[in-house]
């Protein structure tokens, strides 16, 4: 009986330890590289708020040959940080991406020059060369030239369109007269190169009118017709939220903790902590819920592309729900 009895504790225990253990998987596809831009989502994970909603969580870097996209369109991800105008683009061709959360309520890319071009305002555009990313980032940049009325294939009425690799380098060596940089990462490449910002003359998206939102996150629809896949998601926003807010009012912890999972070694805690620094301003103000006027003003840039607009009608309330987030943040 003593042997019979401790068996059957020693069953127990196993099964209470599996039972404690059984924490949900799910995986987040990051836009780009380990850096202070995820910073949110790496503190939820180092201070254990995703532990707390029972969550499992892995986090898949991106980078230059990675589509987030793509990679939640085959089932490599379950939920995937991306620009809305790419996603909405996705949305358009057949991948029914939903925004679900939406921690960024600023948008951080720019346009900058040298003052050595002679180039003062977008009027001065035309006859120049302009560096502009691609994989889903020269959206906003085309909505922009359209808006203006600027082709960009070229001529003394058009801007020539240099596609630029993921750095600084068309400026530096006067490849292109503007080239497209975030305010918390690529500017600060050209000031650590020993540009000073008095050389500089900035365009910021938001303040042209031309801005469009960023870093949201996205799942494929099929996940929120499934009650246990949304309550997944509920934690999984209600975790990272608790996560930016805490980055936000610590940006110095948050990019040594985004240094700790950084494991290319490639970032340094001086950028870290700057980049973190200007993150936080275009995550303040943000619950995680989308605001609806931000995704209205977001698609009617996109639409006013001209003949060539990045979608070419609106893509309805089903691009985005407040499902996840009144569940998470109330």
């Known amino acids: 009986m003593k042997t019979l009895a401790t068996t059957i504790g020693l069953a127990a225990a196993g099964l209470w330890a599996g039972m404690a253990q059984a924490a949900d998987d799910l995986t987040l596809q990051l836009k780009w590289v380990t850096q202070a831009q995820f910073a949110g989502y790496y503190v939820a994970q180092d201070k254990g708020f995703y532990e707390d909603e029972d969550l499992n969580i892995t986090i898949k870097p991106g980078g230059p040959d990675i589509a987030p996209t793509q990679v939640i369109a085959g089932g490599g991800a379950d939920v995937t940080v991306e620009w809305m105008p790419a996603a909405l683009s996705a949305r358009e061709k057949g991948l029914p991406l939903v925004n679900i959360a939406q921690p960024?309520?600023?948008?951080?890319?720019?346009?900058?020059?040298?003052?050595?071009?002679?180039?003062?305002?977008?009027?001065?555009?035309?006859?120049?060369?302009?560096?502009?990313?691609?994989?889903?980032?020269?959206?906003p940049f085309l909505s922009w030239m359209s808006q203006l009325g600027i082709p960009t294939d070229g001529g003394e009425d058009g801007v020539s369109v240099l596609k630029q690799g993921f750095n600084v380098d068309p400026l530096l060596q006067n490849q292109a007269d503007c080239i497209s940089t975030m305010t918390y990462n690529e500017y600060w490449q050209v000031i650590d190169a020993g540009i000073t910002p008095d050389e500089l003359i900035t365009f910021k998206y938001e303040d042209q009118g031309s801005a469009t939102l960023e870093d949201g996150l996205y799942v494929h629809e099929d996940?929120?017709?499934?009650?246990?896949?949304?309550?997944?998601?509920?934690?999984?926003?209600?975790?990272?939220?608790?996560?930016w807010k805490w980055a936000e009012q610590n940006p110095e912890e948050a990019a040594l903790i985004v240094l700790d999972n950084d494991a290319t070694g490639a970032q340094t805690e001086k950028h870290q902590t700057r980049m973190m620094q200007e993150i936080a301003k275009l995550t303040s103000g943000s619950?995680?819920?989308?605001?609806?006027?931000?995704?209205?003003?977001?698609?009617?840039?996109?639409?006013?592309?001209?003949?060539?607009?990045?979608?070419?009608?609106?893509?309805?309330?089903?691009?985005?729900?407040?499902?996840?987030?009144?569940?998470?943040?109330?």
């Open 287 to 330: 619950n995680g819920a989308l605001d609806p006027e931000d995704f209205e003003r977001t698609v009617e840039s996109l639409l006013s592309g001209g003949s060539d607009p990045v979608i070419t009608a609106h893509p309805g309330d089903g691009a985005w729900t407040h499902e996840i987030t009144d569940k998470a943040l109330n």
């Open 223 to 243: 996940k929120l017709s499934d009650p246990a896949e949304v309550d997944k998601l509920v934690r999984f926003v209600r975790a990272s939220m608790k996560g």
């Open 104 to 139: 960024f309520k600023s948008s951080g890319m720019m346009l900058i020059c040298l003052k050595s071009t002679g180039v003062k305002s977008p009027e001065d555009f035309p006859g120049r060369t302009l560096g502009v990313w691609f994989f889903g980032n020269e959206f």
